[in-house]
């Protein structure tokens, strides 16, 4: 019991650290194909849990089809991201990166949450409201982007160049697994 506290009281330092850009936060987490597993089970099993709700509460095939594109966009990035990997000489570095980009994803959620009570605060303080949520979006969008960056430029030692080619293909892949179906049936219709 001990030594899983201790690991998930490592891999929650390792969060903090790369969340602020301190690459420091690698060397906290554990790097394994299981370590690996680990970080990408909570990933999946939310957007499943999700889907099994709604077929439980009536959803029909169009909930099967988002959970599959979520799915897919979900696992273009380790793929991918591998691929580049790869192609880049920094294979041996990956599953280090991976597992950091996978446990990094719950760090999204909390800026946005943090970025909405910030955005609320400049609307009581007179803010026009709309221009306080397009400007907490395009923050979030950037700390996104930028910590994305940081996990590929540190974790797989690229050059900026090469790591910024990464996020744009790895994110401009996901967008397209995931959205890619809805637009193509707006345009059927």
Known sequence: MNGTRSHSARVILAVFALARFDRRGFDLLPVSPEAFLTSLAPLVAFPLTSAGLLLADGGGIAVISDFFATLAALLAAPVLSHALASAFGREALWLRYAIAFNWCQWVIPVAAGVLILLS??????????????????????????????????????????????????????SGALLFGPEIMAAFHH
Do not use: C, I
């Open 120 to 173: 609320q605060a400049a609307v009581t303080l007179g803010a026009e409201a709309n221009l306080a949520m397009y400007g907490a979006f395009a923050a979030l969008a950037l700390y996104a982007l930028w910590l994305h960056w940081f996990l590929v430029r540190k974790g797989l030692d690229l050059s900026p160049f090469r790591a910024g080619l990464v996020v744009v293909l790895v994110n401009l892949t």
